[in-house]
């Protein structure tokens, strides 16, 4: 067999997997007429609440970015700026595309030297300098998030407390800003940062709302907007919505505690034939060489790891939820 058609194999492959995950990744039947059916009933419900609901999900919805963007960037650079920012490190971006050149050349260098061969340690090496460091951004965002949404719920009680004690609103996000540690605090002491040198306070919390990407964030700028536009007790209003996110969290735990054992025999399971192979390799190379030389193996190879990571991405995707 050829090297063309070793290609053509691959190609092949490749383009199945790409179909497979283009039939799983589409919207489910279910959900979508669920979500008809729910928008159904609020356009004719005469439940004010049911009204203020769906004002909020037709923001929020208006607010997703778009496919390979994040709201409020224009380019890559700027969306990987904004993610850097989301992280709360002070690194900048020169210093993670250092960062992931330093990674990429250092498991180049390795593989190379365990292998002998220059593609298949590029190869390792451009999948290291690109995911290694994405993976690790994506960790301290998630972790930030986390800590934000935690937090966020005592920050509008704060904010409650003190409107119910005739603080203006304003400078209710100072004492919140003060006293509520970790990403709270700062995010509000940036808002009331930009309100103090000329802002409004819908573009300063819309600003902060664009760059974090946080859904209980955007409730919380558009509860402000529509009581500003309709009236009434503002107090009142924030302390449904401080526990409508308190019970939106217990929901996310509850979901988390009962997928945990399926997500951790997925992922078991999607990655131990990868890891297995990679330790044989790197323990006794002679032993499993032949997947590098032989055509045979190199096809039946390729198509195991294929298969096995349409598997893992099935897996995965099963035990995936959304709030």
Request: glycine share 8%.
């Amino acid at each position: 067999m050829n090297p063309i058609q070793l290609i053509l194999i691959a190609a092949g492959l490749m383009a199945t997997m790409v179909l497979l995950f283009l039939a799983l990744s589409g919207p489910s039947p279910a959900k979508e007429s669920a979500r008809r059916m729910k928008a159904l009933r609020y356009r004719h419900s005469q439940s004010t609440n049911d009204r203020v609901e769906a004002q909020m999900r037709k923001a929020v919805a208006a607010r997703r970015p778009k496919a390979r963007r994040i709201a409020g960037s224009n380019s890559r650079i700027e969306a990987l700026e904004l993610r850097l920012l989301r992280s709360g490190m002070s690194w900048t971006l020169t210093q993670y595309l250092y960062g992931s050149l330093g990674i990429g050349a250092f498991v180049t260098a390795i593989i190379y030297l365990k292998s002998g061969a220059p593609l298949l340690g590029l190869a390792f090496g451009l999948f290291a300098g690109a995911g290694i460091p994405h993976m690790a951004l994506n960790m301290m965002i998630n972790r930030r998030t986390n800590a934000f949404i935690t937090k966020f719920p005592d920050a509008i009680e704060l904010l409650v407390r003190g409107l119910r004690s005739g603080l203006p609103v304003t400078e209710t996000l100072g004492v919140v800003a003060r006293e509520v540690p970790g990403p709270v605090g700062e995010e509000f002491k940036l808002v009331t940062e930009r309100i103090k040198i000329g802002k409004t306070m819908e573009d300063a919390l819309q600003e902060t709302a664009d760059r974090m990407g946080i859904a209980e964030f955007n409730f919380f700028c558009i509860t402000l907007a529509i009581q500003r536009e309709t009236g009434g007790n503002l107090a009142e209003t924030l302390a449904n919505l401080a526990d409508v996110l308190r019970k939106r969290a217990q929901m996310k735990l509850k979901i988390r505690a009962m997928s945990s054992e399926s997500k951790a025999s997925a992922y078991i399971v999607g990655s131990l034939p990868f890891i297995v192979f990679g330790l044989i390799w790197w323990v006794n190379a002679k032993y499993i060489g032949q997947f590098f030389v032989d055509e045979r193996l190199m096809v039946a190879g390729l198509a195991g790891g294929v298969w096995m990571g349409i598997g893992a991405f099935i897996m995965a995707k099963m035990v995936s939820f959304e709030i």
